[in-house]
C-alpha cells in the first residue's frame, strides 16, 4: 500500500487464507461487474487479485504507491472498474482517493467497527493498521460526499473456531461490508 509492499504483506495471506470473505466478495463482483470490463483494484498484487484474473477480470493494481499522497495510479487508470477490498480503512483521508478516480463503477469492502474489539493494528508492520473502523453508515455517508451513489449492498459474518465471548459475537455480528456505486453525474456530486 504504501511504498513497496514489505515482507510481511507479501506473506499476509500464507497461513490464514479467508475464503469465505473471498467467496462472498466474488459473487458480489460478479452480480455487478462482468468480464468485459477492465478493473483497477487499489493495493498491490494480492490473493483476491489473483482470483479475479483467474475468473476472467482484466486486473490492474495500483503500485504500493501512498494512496493518501499519490493518486498517479488511480489518475492514470483507464479502467472502468476500481475495486478497493479492505484498502480505505488503512487511509488517513480515503475522501481524497475517492475523488480522483476516474471509473463510473466502484465495488468496495471494509471490515466493519465491531464494539467488541478493538481497530486492528498490526505490532510489525506499521502500514498493516486500520486507522478507520467504519460503521455501515460512516461509509455510506464518506461514499455519498465523494460522489458515489451506493446501488447495493451486503454484509456477512467471519466466525473464528475459538471458544470465548468474542468468538461468539462474531458468529452473528456481520464484520464484513460491500458496496457496489456508481459515478454521480457532476451537476449531483
Not at 4 to 24: D, G
Not at 31 to 54: A, C, Q, R, W, Y
Not at 64 to 72: H, I, P, T
Not at 80 to 106: G, S, Y
Request: net charge neutral; proline share 6%.
Amino acid at each position: 500500500m504504501h511504498g513497496q509492499p514489505t515482507l510481511q504483506a507479501v506473506q499476509m495471506y500464507e497461513n490464514t487464507y479467508p475464503s469465505k470473505r473471498f467467496q462472498h466478495t466474488l459473487e458480489f463482483l460478479r452480480k455487478h461487474v462482468s468480464t468485459d470490463e477492465s478493473i483497477l483494484d487499489l493495493g498491490v498484487e494480492n490473493p483476491f487479485s489473483k482470483i479475479m484474473k483467474e475468473q476472467g477480470y482484466s486486473v490492474e493494481n495500483t503500485k504500493g504507491e501512498d494512496l493518501d499522497l499519490d493518486f498517479s495510479s488511480v489518475k492514470a487508470s483507464e479502467a472502468q472498474v476500481v475495486t478497493a477490498f479492505e484498502i480505505f480503512e488503512h487511509l488517513l483521508a480515503p475522501f481524497n482517493t475517492l475523488r480522483e478516480i476516474k471509473a463510473n463503477k466502484l465495488v468496495a469492502s471494509i471490515p466493519l467497527k465491531l464494539w467488541f474489539s478493538p481497530a486492528y493494528r498490526s505490532k510489525t508492520d506499521p502500514w498493516d493498521r486500520h486507522y478507520h473502523e467504519f460503521e455501515d453508515w460512516q461509509f455510506d455517508w464518506l461514499l455519498e460526499k465523494a460522489g458515489w451513489e451506493i446501488k447495493d449492498r451486503a454484509k456477512w459474518t467471519n466466525p473464528v473456531k475459538k471458544i470465548g465471548l468474542r468468538p461468539l459475537l462474531r458468529s452473528f455480528t456481520p464484520r464484513y461490508y460491500i458496496v457496489y456505486a456508481e459515478k454521480k453525474p457532476i451537476d449531483q456530486a
